[in-house]
């Protein structure tokens, strides 16, 4: 009698893992994702880089970007005008991140207003940000801007 329930709960077992494994691939919601890598994209279930991806929505009511941000990403610290991704590194070297604008380096992000930003996205670790060399040691962060604003 044990050796029945023992092979018909290994039977349900295998039958819900296999349907809801099925399920998961049919969806494809996890699968078709992909996140910004810098140099290209790649699959969000396949990455093992710490990236973060925030989707700014039109009219969000923000008027500073850094308030935006601030809160939304996790390992993502706002102070002010200040953004620290990786923590301090550091007493006196500088801990300001990388800011990639629609792929153009700018020394600051102040001037835009989360409007006009379609998506950020926060390469934290060193495999991710290893395109950069040592200017993307304190983190980078990647912003697209709206191509056209409705």
């Keep these: 009698m044990e050796r029945i329930l ?17 399920a998961l691939r049919t969806s494809g919601s996890a699968e078709d994702e992909y996140v910004d890598i810098g140099y290209g994209k ?8 710490a990236v973060s991806t925030l989707e700014v929505p039109q009219g969000s009511g923000y008027s ?6 601030k809160g939304r990403v996790p390992g993502v610290l706002v102070i002010g005008n200040t953004i620290e991704i990786r ?3 550091t007493i006196y070297g500088d801990t300001t991140p990388l800011y990639i604008v629609d792929g153009v380096e700018v020394p600051d992000i102040g001037y835009l ?9 926060v390469l934290k670790d060193a495999s991710s940000t290893a395109i950069y060399g040592a200017r993307g040691a304190n983190g980078v962060l990647l912003i697209k801007t709206r191509t056209t604003l409705e």
């Design 6 to 22: 023992l092979v018909l709960s290994a039977m349900l077992l295998t039958a819900a893992c296999g349907t809801s494994g099925q």
């Design 42 to 49: 790649a699959r969000k279930s396949t990455s093992t880089a």
């Design 64 to 69: 500073n970007i850094y308030d935006y941000i």
């Design 87 to 89: 923590g301090r590194n």
């Design 113 to 121: 207003s989360p409007d006009i930003v379609e998506s950020i996205t």
